[in-house]
C-alpha cells in the first residue's frame, strides 16, 4: 500500500531563511510524487512532480525538490522564504501516474517578517 | 483556457438531507476526479470518472455516488449526509492518456453539515 508521511504539520521561518519541508512516501510501485500547496480558502495548486525523470525537480516560485529512493524522500526546499509563501503544502504520491492520489496531512509554513 | 470551476461554492445541509456538488473540467480534459478535504487533513480520494464511468474509488460508502456528462463536467452527490460529511469537497481534472498524473483542483465546495 501507498502513503506519505509529511513531518511537521507547522514550520516556521524568518522572512529570507530556508525553507525545508519534508515529505516521506512508501509505495511497492515506482511511484510519482507531488507538491501541491493551498492558499486559504482556494483549491490546490501544483508546485512541482517527479516522474521517473531528473532526481532533482524545479518548480514554481523557487521551489524545488529531490527524489531520494534510498531515504524514499521527496523534500521541499526553497532558499530564501518570502512572505508570499505561507499556505498549507501538501505531498501527494500516484503510483505509476494511476488515478488516484494519496495526500499527506500537510504543512503549514508561515513565514515569520 | 479554462480552469476547473465548482459550484456552490459554500452550503449548508442539515444531517439526513442530500446534496449535489457540480464540477466543470478544465478545457480540454476528459477526466474528472473528487476529493473530500476534512479540516485539517489532506484531500482524500472519493472517486474518478473517465467516459461517464466511475474509473476507480476511495474508502467512501455507496451513498457518496458521481456522475460525467459528455462535456466531461460531473456531479458529486451524497445521500443522508452525516456530521462527518463536513469538508470541502474538490474536483480536479486530468486528460486520460497522458502519463504524468498531472491533477489540475478547482477552488472546492465547502460542505457544512448541521
Known amino acids: 500500500a501507498q502513503s506519505v508521511t509529511q513531518l511537521g504539520s507547522h514550520v516556521s521561518v524568518s522572512e529570507g531563511a530556508l525553507v525545508l519541508l519534508r515529505c516521506n512516501y512508501s509505495?511497492?510501485?515506482?511511484?510519482?510524487l507531488f507538491w501541491y500547496v493551498q492558499y486559504p480558502n482556494q483549491g490546490l495548486q501544483l508546485l512541482l512532480k517527479?516522474?521517473?525523470?531528473?532526481?532533482l525537480v524545479k518548480g514554481i516560485n523557487g521551489f524545488e525538490a529531490e527524489f531520494k529512493k534510498s531515504e524514499t524522500s521527496f523534500h521541499l526546499t526553497k532558499p530564501s522564504a518570502h512572505m508570499s509563501d505561507a499556505a498549507e503544502y501538501f505531498c501527494?504520491?500516484?503510483?505509476?501516474?494511476?488515478?488516484?492520489?494519496?495526500f499527506g496531512t500537510g504543512t503549514r509554513l508561515k513565514v515569520l517578517a | 483556457e479554462t480552469g476547473v470551476t465548482q459550484s456552490p461554492t459554500h452550503l449548508i445541509k442539515t444531517r439526513g438531507q442530500q446534496v449535489t456538488l457540480r464540477c466543470s473540467s478544465q478545457s480540454g480534459h476528459n477526466t474528472v476526479s473528487w476529493y473530500q478535504q476534512a479540516l485539517g487533513q489532506g484531500p482524500q480520494f472519493i472517486f474518478q470518472y473517465y467516459r461517464e464511468e466511475e474509473n476507480g474509488r476511495g474508502n467512501f460508502p455507496p451513498r457518496f455516488s458521481g456522475l460525467q456528462f459528455p462535456n466531461y463536467s460531473s456531479e458529486l452527490n451524497v445521500n443522508a449526509l452525516e456530521l462527518d460529511d463536513s469538508a470541502l469537497y474538490l474536483c480536479a481534472s486530468s486528460l486520460a492518456g497522458v502519463n504524468t498524473g498531472e491533477l489540475f483542483f478547482g477552488e472546492g465546495s465547502r460542505l457544512t453539515v448541521l
Open positions: 509505495s511497492s510501485v515506482p511511484p510519482y
Open positions: 517527479y516522474t521517473s525523470a531528473a532526481t
Open positions: 501527494a504520491v500516484s503510483p505509476s501516474g494511476t488515478y488516484k492520489y494519496i
